[in-house]
């Protein structure tokens, strides 16, 4: 079965520094991989997506991600975070039966 | 234009009362879902309808009956609420082809507290 491990329950950067979360997947074929950002009281938003092709992903709000099939992994990054990336991020696979991990909470400090 | 919209945003209610929620996207899109997030940001699948019909129905109790109407609309029915099942509910939808394929469009959620 499909699952999806974010190793970093609540991360605090600075801004204007860089930012890696993690994110660790057990799929049993070629996996679709999402990250998501939620916002306080809202909904979930798509940042970037991997289904095939280049393994380095560009998303919105300057975020991308990496998918490395020997590590089963699929991190996102960002050079430089800005206050409003403060959010809860989730790392998702699948695609009828898109199952979530965790979460990740990320702090910027001012 | 919302997208995939969701009502009520809140929802508060007793013990043993009988609830329901209801979703609708504009999207055109054939597969909607529910999802339940629980007080630790957790997300968990609860239900999937592709087109009105049934495709995923996760180990949920027997109270919680979704409905589809139509492939527009996703509606979720709570019997007898107890206390855990206050979570923040969101409705999804998604396309199985195109250029969005996966990708899942949320509502912005009904939080449901139980008291």
């Known amino acids: 079965a499909q699952s999806v491990t974010q190793p970093d329950i609540h991360i605090t950067v600075s801004e204007g520094a860089s930012l890696e979360l993690r994110c660790n997947y057990s799929?049993?074929?070629?996996?679709?991989l999402f990250w998501y950002v939620q916002s306080p009281g809202q909904g979930l938003q798509l940042l970037l997506k991997?289904?095939?092709?280049?393994?380095l992903v560009q998303g919105i709000k300057g975020f991308e991600a990496e998918f490395k099939r020997s590590q089963s992994s699929f991190n996102l990054r960002k050079p430089s975070v800005h206050w409003s990336d403060a959010a809860e991020y989730f790392c998702?696979?699948?695609?009828?039966?898109?199952?979530f991990g965790a979460g990740t909470r990320l702090t910027v400090k001012p | 234009d919302t997208a995939v919209s969701q009502t009520p945003k809140y929802l508060v209610t007793q013990m043993g009362n009988d609830k329901s929620i209801k979703c609708e996207q504009n999207?055109?899109?054939?597969?909607m879902y529910w999802y339940k997030q629980d007080s630790k940001k957790f997300l968990k699948i609860m239900f999937s309808?592709?087109?009105?019909?049934?495709?995923i129905n996760e180990t949920v109790p027997n109270r919680f009956s979704p409905k589809s109407p139509d492939k527009a609309h996703l509606n979720l029915h709570i019997n007898s609420l107890e206390l855990g099942d206050s979570a923040v509910y969101f409705c999804?939808?998604?396309?199985?082809?195109?250029?969005?394929?996966?990708?899942?469009?949320f509502g912005e959620g009904s939080r449901l507290t139980v008291l």
């Open positions: 999804a939808s998604s396309q199985p082809t195109g250029p969005n394929t996966g990708e899942l469009f």
């Open positions: 799929y049993g074929a070629t996996p679709y």
């Open positions: 991997y289904f095939s092709g280049d393994t």
């Open positions: 998702a696979v699948g695609a009828d039966d898109m199952r």
């Open positions: 999207l055109g899109h054939d597969t």
């Open positions: 309808y592709n087109n009105k019909e049934l495709i």
